[in-house]
């Protein structure tokens, strides 16, 4: 939508810094939990760590998403690099899985090799996570509705917070009783909220690799739209897939009640074009034709 780049300059340059504040705040925290973790050996506490990495991630690859997205298209990408936000979520997605293995794995061990734990710090650890992440879920809350992306980055952080808040819990508890498994099975139940939050992103991102139709788009919904058009009759042929993870395309035909002159059919693509826009469909290729051209193709 060519005229609404001024209009939403002011809001992708509010955007682009908070991305940019949210990878720096929780990337420092990632080390910080490493380095915590590893010398009092809390393995909640590395798993979690994993966990923020992940999101870090995530955050890195809206940002992708909105700088790819000003890449100009050359001869042999003719959609630019926006693909490439899709890719790499896939590819990220599929390295955190293998993660999560290596954690459960570790957690096992630690079942029947419990460590003693200092609870007391982390507690105080998880308790700087949730500042942490409540800080950057609030710079997108304003915004979550808007873009697809945002709305990802504001859930991954508010989940961030609830498991910072479960991990302070856990941490007071092994200060009070002593008991050590706490930490693996902290570690196990981040290590299930990773998959469950991954889990779904990766089936996405493999349906979208793959040209699927993106999540949020309903093809019945599409027709509705088109169809809304007074002169429209008729709709087939419908494909709809990713561009990137905030662009998607269409190609269909389009069936009219009658013949019409080329600035009509200009004034009719440019209003069917402006309908497929509220369904989050960007870029539209349409093909129309006659319905008495239609019925005799099917006779």
Not at 240 to 247: D, G, K, M, R
Request: proline letters at 2%; one cysteine or more; hydrophobic letters at 50%.
């Amino acid at each position: 939508m060519e005229h609404n780049h001024h209009h939403h300059a002011p809001k992708i340059t509010k955007l682009n810094r908070a991305f940019i504040i949210g990878i720096v705040l929780n990337f420092g925290y990632v080390i910080f939990q490493i380095i915590v973790g590893f010398r009092i050996a809390s393995l909640s506490l590395l798993s979690d760590a994993l966990h923020n990495f992940g999101d870090v991630i995530a955050l890195a690859l809206s940002l992708l998403a909105f700088k790819l997205s000003k890449i100009k298209s050359t001869e042999k990408y003719t959609f630019g690099y926006q693909k490439a936000s899709i890719l790499i979520a896939l590819f990220n997605t599929l390295i955190l899985l293998i993660s999560v293995g290596a954690i459960g794995y570790e957690a096992i061990l630690r079942f029947f090799e419990p460590e003693p734990q200092q609870g007391f710090t982390i507690s105080i650890v998880s308790g700087i996570g949730i500042l942490i992440n409540g800080l950057s879920a609030w710079q997108f809350f304003r915004d979550k509705d808007s873009d697809l992306n945002v709305k990802s980055a504001f859930m991954h952080l508010a989940a961030d917070a609830a498991v910072s808040l479960g991990l302070v819990i856990g941490g007071i508890l092994i200060h009070f009783t002593g008991w050590v498994w706490i930490d693996p099975v902290l570690s196990l139940i981040v290590a299930l909220v990773i998959i469950w939050g991954t889990w779904s992103l990766t089936k996405d991102t493999l349906r979208l690799s793959l040209n699927g139709v993106p999540n949020d788009i309903q093809l019945e919904k599409v027709r509705e739209e088109i169809l809304e058009v007074p002169e429209v009759v008729g709709v087939h042929h419908i494909h709809v897939w990713a561009i990137s993870t905030t662009q998607n395309a269409l190609t269909a035909h389009i069936v009219l009640n009658q013949a019409y002159d080329l600035a009509t059919i200009s004034t009719l693509k440019k209003n069917i074009k402006h309908h497929l826009e509220h369904i989050n469909i960007q870029h539209a290729t349409l093909e129309f034709e006659i319905e008495e051209e239609r019925c005799e193709e099917d006779c």
